[in-house]
């Protein structure tokens, strides 16, 4: 059995890969039969498999030491040389619309296919090669100037990541000198955060009408794969979200402030959830992991063989440490079929929630490795987070194993937060409409905009006076705004999914788990809409459904005695 340290990566030599990959698309034109194109589909699939193998052990390797000069300079590679990878699959794409043979291969590989297919040919031409690989070099900038963070707090140094901790800690003063030292590397970088971003946006712009677009809003969308709502729905779901979650998030807030003995709640207790301390885990790294093994052996058959496979191939790498990359991701090696897990664990709750919120991603992965389509593998980005948010949910009986006296501090936290999230999400969301609608703000422009969201959507909150934030920079830290662009409604859809799959957990659970793991076998086969009903949900962006699927939480929230926790 291969483990992760033994997967193999070689950089593929793309004039060969070129010349094969051209070759197959031939044999896929001329075809004679239905049963030769499917034949040349599957070689095709394996070319592509293979590169986004490569790919991915690059993005991995590199992501867990930003310092290892090998995978560094893999990565150039790949920046560089992605677009041509994209041009790919863009040309089997148009074959594949031509196709004579399309009424029968829609029969076998189903339509969705096809629908991604258009999107990714609108998106993508020959033309804008050069600006996408300037893209691509202007996002790592990013992710490497934010694992470079070495910021010294009393006399030790500490990443971002590293930082949490002292955001929960119970002393107010430690809690606000923790966040003024990491604004601190976010205000000594300010100059490079908005060349970054600005360089960012003036591409993606040129992208959009290189590819005859208004500005980069469609092209967004399109690269999101959003083949069944568009800008508009989601413009009406996030007034759902400011009208119905908005004051319940504010009410939250004020509970908080009672709850922890402030006056005035700070953006420097937010973190801070009880005046008792926060729930967090009862052991080590080592220790969380043993427990999630019990906790996946006992859950369903099908998760006690996911998570061993996941640990027999060494396919966790979850503690923060110096030269890694912040955050917490999950993504698919298609040629091992194996899903990865990558965290910054810093002794918080956050640590169980990667181990449930990633886990159930790659539980996703690993439910759907049965296709032979990669499109299939990964469903688009709000339909994958269904099964990440639904899975914390799904596990909250095993909460107990990791928090013991303080499980229901645990649940209690989460579930706020769950909502407390929403408002910044679609925040976060409608930011980034109106900043490719206007490309040529400056960043204090830009700035001045996200400020007025957070007055809308994040009525609440007080910055205390710290300068960098007061200005308007509290966006800069989320990475999906530089990365990925439109990624982040993602997660409010698929909360609001996810709520309901907690309602019918209560009411059924044995039904809800079912619906579930067929919802993860389904992997991306179908488009959001349809996959949210395959699994007996409603769509959050029916009128009403954000209340309707909120107020079961208010409800179990309001019967607790928070005040006791």
Known sequence: MQTFSNYTYERPNLPKVKENFYQKLEQFQNAATVEQAVAAIETINKVRSHLSTMENLVFIRASIDTRDEFYHNERDFFDEHLPEIQELTTAFYKVLLKSPFETQLR??????????????????SKEIIPLLKAENKLTSAYSKLIASADIDFRGKSYTLAQLGPFAEDSDRKTRKEALE????????????LDSIYDDLVKTRHQIAEKLGFKNFVEVGYLRMQRV???????????????????PIATKLYEKQAKRIGVD???IYDEAFVFASGNATPKGNPDWIIENGKKMYDELSTETSEFFQFMLDRELLDLEAKKGKESGGYCTYIEDYQSPFIFSNFNGTSGDIDVLTHEAGHA?????????SVPEYYNPTSESAEIHSMSMEFFTYPWMENFFKEDVEKYKYAHLSDAIQ???????????????YENPDWTPEERNQAWRKLEQKYLPHRDYDGIESLESGAFWQKQGHIYEDPFYYIDYTLAQICAFQFLKKSQEDREKAWQ????????????????????????SPFEEGMVEAAVSFIEDRLDKMDDQAL
Do not use: T
């Open 181 to 192: 030292a990491r604004q601190s590397f976010f205000a000594e970088n300010k100059e490079k």
């Open 515 to 538: 619906d579930y793991i067929d919802l993860c076998k389904l992997g991306g086969s179908k488009p959001f809409l349809e996959l949210v009903q395959s699994a007996d949900l409603k």
């Open 363 to 371: 539980f996703q992965d690993y439910s759907s490795r049965h296709f």
């Open 421 to 435: 999230f929403l408002p910044y999400g679609v925040a976060v969301d409608e930011f980034q409409h109106l900043v």
């Open 107 to 124: 029969e076998k590989y189903g339509s969705q296919l096809f629908d991604l297919a258009e999107c990714e040919i609108k998106a993508f």
């Open 264 to 266: 005035s709640l700070k």
């Open 228 to 246: 069944d709502y568009n800008a508009e729905m989601v413009d009406r779901f996030r007034k759902q979200v400011e009208e119905v979650i908005v």
